[in-house]
Each structure stands twice: as structure tokens, then as C-alpha cells.
């Protein structure tokens, strides 16, 4: 857990556990030789990923993004997957139940992205934050609901069909503020409608920027993960997503990194992208 002031705001990084990827996919086309010097890997190939979660505290509203694999996965994806459900417990841990929240945002609706959105109760499928609004794309919705080949396995619907049909989600049209200092942007690249979720508190601005960049060690603009869709449209993203995060100094939330939840984005003397440590 990690806590910070950003502004008038508060953040809390809170995970969802750690469950592994092959680091093939993790890295697309980047060589092993390459991406195994800045993770750790096994002799299966797999690599750490973290499901990160943040809480925004705004002095009026409890804000959760995103809701990590939730328990709710079938076998078959357990056992490739893994299930580690540690979201609420670790909520708990940081004095947060889930009637505390008053909105959770998706950056989009992949399983291990919104998986805490609900869970089971029984046989039925229950809302896990009983108060809270819920913010998505429409076009991730309608993504998924096609059950294409490519990526079928990504969407569950039991994660925002019933909060859609109760009315409890609020699907999206592309930008659009969520609440004063909390806003939404998408940047198309591994989803075609993948939002980012900007806080601004107190002329200090962070942003989850979800899988566009999964980690710190995907800054390069081209260390592009094999699950995107459209890795050139990734590589556009970051390029601008960097020109407002590197000149105004953005805290940059990452979703997948199981050490680093987050840290300010810069260039060093040869132009490298870095990452530089949150104080």
C-alpha cells in the first residue's frame, strides 16, 4: 500500500494481488535478451504483473479506479491466470469498505481490469460497491459484446452487464469529466476505446494511464505489448500522452507494475524516457 498527497487530494495504491503473464506477450516484439534485464522471470517464462487499484479521496467523494480479477474467473482461466482476489482485504487494510465509495471508473473492461465490479452473492451476481456509480466506455461495451476471436477471452459480461442493466454504469462517449479535478481521456492503442483517468488537485496533475503504459518498464515508445490491438496506435498514444506528462510534470499510475505503483516521467540527458521516483 502507498499513500500520497496530490494537491488537496489524496491517493492509495491498493492491489488486487499479483498473477503472472508470459513475458513474450507482455513485451510483443522486444527481445527476451532485452525485457529480462528490467523484470524478473521464471523458467516458465512468466513474469509479475501487479493489479494496481487506486483510491482518490477528494475531501467529498471516495473515487476507486479500476477493480483488479475479482473472483469470479471459471477454471479453465484460473489455471492460466491464477485468482489472487486480494482487492477488498486490502481496501479493509486501508480503512475502506466497499459501501464507502461513491464512484469507480474502469479504464476498460478487460477481466483483470474490472473483475471487483461484482461479485457473487449466492448464484446471483451483486454490484461489490453498493453505492457507487460506475463510469465506462460504451464502445468497450460494445467491443465486448461482439465475443470476437482475437480477444473473446478479455471480456466477461458478468463484470458490467448487470450494472448497465440496473443502471448503476454510466458508459462514456469518448472524454468527459467525471467529477471537479477527476476526468477521463481515451487513448487508443491496446482497446480502441481505452480511457485514461485524470486527477488534477491543487495545480498537481496524475493520471492511470491503464495499459497504454502497463509498467515502468514499458516506457519506451515502442515496447509495445503483444495484447494490443493497435500497436501503432499505442505508439502514437504515448507519444502523446508524453508531451503533456514530461512537460507539466504529470504522476504518471501505473496498472501492472508489482513494485511500482507510480512515478513522474521524464527524459534524461540522451532523450531516454525514465521513470524518476514519487517523493
Same mark, same amino acid.
Given at each position: ?41 521464471? /523458467? ?28 469470479? +474467473? ?16 486490502? +481496501? ?49 461495451? *460494445? ?5 470476437? /476471436? ?21 458508459? +462514456? ?38 495499459? +497504454? ?22 505508439? *502514437? ?43
Amino acid at each position: 500500500m502507498h499513500r500520497m498527497n496530490l494537491g488537496d487530494f489524496e491517493l492509495i495504491s491498493v492491489s488486487d494481488g499479483i498473477y503472472s503473464l508470459d513475458g513474450g506477450n507482455f513485451f510483443g516484439v522486444i527481445p527476451k535478451t532485452l525485457w529480462q534485464k528490467k523484470v524478473t522471470v521464471d /523458467e516458465n517464462n512468466l513474469v509479475p504483473s501487479g493489479l494496481n487499484s487506486v483510491v482518490v479521496r477528494t475531501g467529498d467523494k471516495t473515487v476507486l479506479i479500476e477493480t483488479g480479477i475479482g473472483n469470479k +474467473l471459471p477454471e479453465r482461466m484460473r489455471k492460466i491466470y491464477g485468482q489472487p482476489a486480494k482487492l477488498l482485504d486490502n +481496501l479493509h487494510a486501508a480503512g475502506f469498505a466497499p459501501e464507502d465509495f461513491d464512484i469507480v471508473i474502469n479504464s476498460h473492461l478487460h477481466f483483470d481490469h474490472c473483475g471487483w465490479n461484482t461479485m457473487l452473492r449466492g448464484s446471483s451476481v451483486v454490484p461489490t460497491f453498493p453505492k457507487a456509480k460506475y463510469y465506462a466506455q460504451q464502445g468497450e461495451v *460494445e467491443h465486448g459484446h461482439r465475443q470476437l /476471436e482475437r480477444d473473446a477471452i478479455s471480456y466477461i459480461s458478468a463484470n458490467y452487464d448487470p450494472l448497465i442493466q440496473s443502471g448503476q454504469m454510466t458508459l +462514456l462517449k469518448g472524454d468527459a469529466e467525471i467529477l471537479p479535478g477527476i476526468s477521463v481521456k481515451v487513448f487508443p492503442g491496446h482497446t480502441r476505446h481505452m480511457q485514461a483517468i485524470l486527477v488534477h488537485s491543487g495545480g498537481q496533475t496524475a493520471c492511470y494511464i491503464s495499459d +497504454l503504459i502497463p509498467t515502468s518498464a514499458h516506457l519506451d515508445l515502442t515496447w509495445v505489448m503483444a495484447f494490443d490491438l493497435f500497436p501503432l496506435d499505442t505508439i *502514437e498514444s504515448r507519444k502523446r500522452y508524453y508531451e503533456k506528462a514530461i512537460s507539466e510534470k504529470w504522476l504518471t499510475l501505473y496498472t501492472h507494475d508489482p513494485n511500482v505503483p507510480w512515478s513522474y516521467v521524464e527524459k534524461d540527458e540522451k532523450g531516454k524516457i525514465i521513470a524518476r521516483p514519487a517523493e
